[in-house]
């Protein structure tokens, strides 16, 4: 009786296969971290930018119901505005609130109102 002969040749993967996923995985990998990085940094500035932007319409409503009120602060606007933990808003006295200024803690970009509303970096 014969026997049927099939050859087992070595399984799985070679050094140089898997050093070949291996760098194409780094390649990625560089691409795609400061990528999300740039990515999260946007999103912090931005959030501060709505934050600010937010306070500032919400003290305009509160100065046209309270004309007799010269400043606003977080507390007063509370009906209107509701911020996060996350960022930081620095008040100015007055009813311009230039100066008034915003960041996020996670964020690089202090944001400020320069005048009539509008919002610098």
């Known amino acids: 009786m014969q026997e049927s002969f099939s050859p087992k040749g070595p399984k799985g993967f070679t050094l ?20 999300y990085v740039a990515y999260r940094q946007k999103g912090y500035n931005s959030q501060a930018k709505a934050e600010l932007k937010g306070f500032y319409t919400a003290c305009q409503a ?6 007799d009120k010269q400043d606003c602060d977080i507390a007063s606007v509370s009906e209107w505005f509701t911020p996060s ?3 930081t808003i620095s008040l100015v006295k007055g009813h311009s609130m ?20 509008a ?3």
């Open 85 to 87: 933990n996350e960022v």
């Open 16 to 35: 140089i296969e898997l050093m070949i996923v291996i760098a194409i995985i780094g390649v990625l990998a560089a691409i795609a971290i400061p990528q």
């Open 62 to 67: 509160y100065f046209a119901d309270h004309s």
């Open 119 to 121: 919002i610098s970096p």
């Open 98 to 117: 230039v100066g008034t200024k915003a960041k996020h803690d996670n964020g690089p970009v202090t944001y400020e109102i320069v005048g009539s509303g």
